[in-house]
């Protein structure tokens, strides 16, 4: 949120976005840990970054005027007091700051620290010191050490590194990924990530389920289908699934039976990840919003995947939550649902409900979570077991639109780089911050099978894409055979 100085965010669990920095420029470093000379290099002419520093639920916002790094206006940080408002996990990212910090007042990018850089620094340690003392000092502690950005020993001799600029994207990104730097890599995937497969996501213009959808050809009530017409995502609703459970499964009578069939093939989006575990060793977690289950046609172990919003591949009563055999759900979906289509000719005329055996009511469905219904208790514990020890977080394919999934944005470590692979940037309002501005964020700018090919490809793992390239969906494939085609000619 907004406040007289600077802008902060937070989160329940206290310290959420700390930049404790020098109001310097970025120093361009290698990331096996060494710094590189600067000279001539792009991001040696990035202008300062001023510092931030955000803590928890009522206590004190103290935050370095954006001049701090040469003293301020009349040579003297500045201390503000905010007090923020708690949100939780299914909070909007309209409830999250944008972290955005403004540039340095001068623009001088050779400017001095020399009047300014001692009070900052011993401002600085002062305020680390006294959230070392408060609740979540041991974790921030153990988090500074483990890193080696500060020397929380002696809290006199605290000095803030520089700040680096954040990586390259693919070359410098690839370095990072091998580096010791980065041991922990969490991935959150949308849509965007199976859209190769030929399955189409909800909400692009023209071709998503949310821009096709005939709500008259629907098993529904007059109102029900006007409802969904003025707002299709009605039609996925728990509300609306346990009133009348059949628009939802004509909707995706043909996804779940895809499914069953395997109709779709993971894409090379998938198989980078799957390399990350395989080839790298540092996949902590695939957070995945997408139901469709193709992260199972790869060799990530299950333990490693977490169904943000459920599966398509499974079945399960919505009421008594009794599972049901998944191919005999499936016999049911096509014996007794329509084909609201017209392409299967043995559909029924008509939709009848599926009764759960368990507990009588016709309330069988697909694993997936609907609007309004409850989040797996898997992704709460994950989050809390995974996000302390992210180095890197990948977003890829996703809007970042629907909480709480996004909330992964800005609950990983202050120090963690996150990179965007997608069509379009995202996140602005969750703190991601693009540019020149940026010191730990990264965009790949394109299709994710584009990007994570190019990246696959600057970390020398084409030959192993290249021996399952017959399991790719044909997209895919096509992609990889003219990459492969470009460096056999190179």
Not at 30 to 58: A, E, F, N, T
Not at 266 to 278: G, I, P, S, W
Not at 291 to 303: V, Y
Request: proline fraction near 5%.
């Amino acid at each position: 949120k907004e406040v007289e100085g600077g802008l902060a965010s937070i989160n329940d669990n206290g310290v959420e976005n700390m930049d404790l920095g020098e109001a310097t420029k970025p120093a361009a470093v290698d990331y096996d840990g060494d710094k590189k000379q600067s000279s001539g290099h792009s991001i040696s002419k990035r202008k300062s970054q001023p510092k931030k520093l955000i803590v928890g639920q009522g206590e004190t916002a103290l935050l370095s005027s954006p001049n701090v790094g040469e003293g301020g206006r009349d040579g003297q940080s500045v201390e503000k007091s905010a007090t923020q408002d708690d949100h939780n996990d299914s909070s909007s990212e309209d409830s999250v700051g944008s972290g955005d910090g403004s540039e340095n007042e001068s623009g001088d990018e050779n400017s001095s620290n020399s009047s300014g850089s001692s009070s900052g620094s011993s401002h600085q340690a002062a305020i680390l010191a006294n959230l070392l003392q408060g609740e979540q000092g041991e974790a921030i502690r153990a988090y500074l050490n483990r890193h080696e950005s500060f020397n929380t020993s002696d809290m006199g001799q605290c000095v803030p590194m520089h700040m680096p600029a954040p990586p390259t994207f693919p070359n410098e990104m690839a370095d990072f990924l091998r580096s010791p730097l980065c041991q922990s890599i969490c991935v959150l995937a949308g849509a965007g990530m199976s859209v190769s497969s030929g399955i189409p996501d909800f909400r692009s213009a023209g071709v998503g389920l949310y821009d096709t959808i005939r709500p008259e050809l629907l098993t529904a009530t007059e109102l029900e289908q006007a409802i969904i017409e003025d707002d299709p995502t009605v039609a996925l609703d728990k509300g609306m699934f346990l009133r009348n459970p059949l628009p939802m499964l004509e909707l995706k009578r043909d996804f779940i039976l895809g499914t069953q069939t395997k109709k779709w093939k993971a894409t090379l989006a998938h198989r980078f990840v799957e390399l990350l575990h395989t080839k790298l060793g540092k996949l902590t977690r695939l957070y995945t919003q997408n139901i469709d289950g193709l992260e199972l046609q790869t060799s990530i172990p299950k333990e490693k995947i977490v169904n943000v919003h459920g599966s398509m591949g499974a079945a399960a009563c919505e009421l008594c939550e009794a599972e049901v055999d998944f191919d005999e759900f499936c016999d049911k979906i096509s014996s007794n649902i329509k084909d609201i289509t017209g392409r299967d000719e043995n559909a029924p005329a008509t939709s009848t409900p599926i009764t759960c055996e368990a507990c009588g009511n016709p309330t069988v469905k697909p694993t997936i979570v609907l609007f309004r219904g409850a989040m797996p208790q898997q992704f709460h514990r994950r989050i809390a077991e995974d996000l302390p020890e992210c180095d890197l977080l990948i977003i890829m394919g996703t809007s970042l639109q629907v909480a709480p999934a996004n909330s992964l944005v800005y609950r990983i470590p202050p120090t963690a780089l996150r990179m965007v692979m997608n069509n379009e940037k995202v996140g602005r309002r969750l703190g991601i911050v693009y540019g020149e501005e940026s010191v730990r964020d990264v965009f790949a700018h394109g299709h994710s099978d584009e990007t994570c090919l190019d990246l696959a490809d600057q970390m020398g793992w084409l030959p192993d894409l290249a021996e399952i390239i017959d399991e790719l969906p044909e997209s895919s494939a096509t992609l990889l055979r003219h990459r492969l085609e470009q460096r056999e000619e190179e």
